[in-house]
């Protein structure tokens, strides 16, 4: 039961790209606060945080919406989140920040992990590339990150990544102003 679920999560993942790349994927946007679906993300990821004994932490300036896909963005912020709590030392933390600079919004998810080196920084957005999961022994698809860069790219917005191995990651949305 738990194989078949990894493989229809995977399936659904490769679907969404395969759409993304047709320029095909239907976005539902609507009005969002983002603040809201942050503090949602970090409730929904606590038990998981718990078990590393990682903190969890949320900092987002209040009523920051956006016109974007809902689920879309929850998805952006669980993998990111679940990536930063994954990822990081025990007994570190993972912190989702959200702020509005220059009117664009930024929603940055950082942690105090194993960091991603130099070499391998540009092509965590390739699909299937797992930066040395053996030293982690964490598993995925190698999918997440670029679902995450598509997303960005559809809202009109991009993904940047600040990392350094042993001190940990900084991955950082970048989303446009609303259009009025």
Do not use: C
């Not at 929850?74 to 509005?100: H, I, P, Q, T």
């Not at 997303?151 to 993904?159: D, N, R, Y």
């Amino acid at each position: 039961l738990q194989q078949a679920k990894k493989m229809s999560a995977l399936l659904r993942q490769l679907l969404f790209l395969a759409r993304a790349d047709r320029g095909v994927q239907k976005l539902q946007p609507e009005t969002i606060d983002l603040s809201e679906i942050a503090g949602l993300v970090a409730e929904e990821l606590q038990g998981m945080a718990e078990k590393r004994q990682i903190r969890l932490e949320t900092e987002a300036e209040p009523g920051l919406t956006a016109r974007a896909d809902e689920t879309m963005m929850m998805r952006v912020f669980l993998n990111l989140l679940s990536n930063a709590v994954k990822y990081g030392k025990e007994g570190g933390f993972a912190r989702l920040r959200l702020w509005r600079e220059g009117g664009w919004i930024a929603g940055e998810v950082r942690d105090d992990g194993i960091g991603i080196e130099k070499e391998a920084q540009e092509k965590v957005w390739q699909r299937f590339f797992q930066a040395e999961p053996s030293r982690t022994g964490a598993s995925g698809a190698g999918l997440g990150l670029s679902m995450v860069q598509k997303i960005a790219q559809l809202h009109g917005g991009h993904m940047t990544l600040e990392s350094v191995p042993g001190l940990g990651s900084a991955f950082t949305l970048h989303l446009p102003p609303e259009k009025k």
